[in-house]
């Protein structure tokens, strides 16, 4: 009964590689959102999509690509991936753009390590 | 857009001691404010919230306290207990309501 789930949990790639996080909720919400917390456990928000439609873009290289496929889905893309990018990605949803960044709830986190 | 200061960035108590973690936050729109704990190698999860609507909210031995004029808000945990450490962040929705901008995060450990 896992409400937002992520895969994988943990992925090691090499600098310049392409790779992909995947985010499902079962919660019925419409608002998903991706966040990056860095080695000084700061929780920095990426960005939100509601219903699909991308709400926010904060100040994230465009080497980073959201796809929603559909409302339970919101997926991570990372081009050219560098030594900077290694970090915990967290997806996450809420109910709606009223109550966006109302109650939110966090998936597992991806622990992505570049070398 | 919004910003959310937190204080203290590390805090050590003994067990049965109270602790206070501390916010302030910059835009008067914003109306949520959620507090999240994160254990090590866990994900944050919510432990309090309350709305602007409210001055105090209640949990058993954790209360949340709000102080729009000053716009800051505060967490309290009483008789701390080891398995209080843990990461804490507070957090506010910004003014467009769209996301949850977080503090950096206090780290309180509870030695026994």
């Known amino acids: 009964d896992t409400a937002v789930s992520q895969t994988p949990k943990y992925l090691v790639t090499q600098m310049g590689n392409d790779k992909s996080i995947k985010c499902e909720q079962n919660l019925g919400h419409d608002t998903m959102y991706w966040y990056k917390q860095d080695s000084k456990k700061f929780l920095k928000i990426m960005f939100s999509y509601n219903n699909k439609e991308l709400i926010i873009n904060e100040t994230v290289p465009n080497r980073f690509s959201p796809k929603s496929p559909d409302k339970a889905h919101l997926n991570l893309h990372i081009n050219s991936l560098e030594l900077g990018d290694s970090a915990v990605y967290f997806c996450?949803?809420?109910?709606?753009?009223?109550?966006?960044?109302?109650?939110?709830?966090f998936g597992p986190g991806t622990r992505l390590t570049v070398l | 857009g919004e910003n959310v200061e937190q204080h203290p960035s590390t805090l050590s108590v003994q067990e049965g001691d109270s602790a206070v973690i501390k916010c302030t936050y910059s835009?008067?729109?914003?109306?949520?404010f959620p507090w999240y704990k994160q254990e090590l190698g866990k994900r944050p999860q919510l432990i309090i919230d309350?709305?602007?609507?409210?001055g105090e909210k209640k949990d058993q031995r954790i209360a949340v306290t709000l102080n729009k004029t000053a716009k800051h808000f505060s967490l309290h945990i009483t008789e701390t207990q080891p398995e209080d450490s843990a990461v804490y962040f507070c957090?506010?929705?910004?003014?467009?309501?769209?996301?949850?901008?977080f503090g950096k995060g206090t780290t309180l450990s509870v030695s026994s």
């Open positions: 309350i709305r602007s609507n409210v």
């Open positions: 957090a506010a929705k910004d003014q467009a309501g769209t996301a949850l901008i």
């Open positions: 996450a949803s809420s109910q709606d753009l009223v109550s966006a960044g109302g109650l939110t709830f």
């Open positions: 835009d008067s729109a914003s109306n949520y």
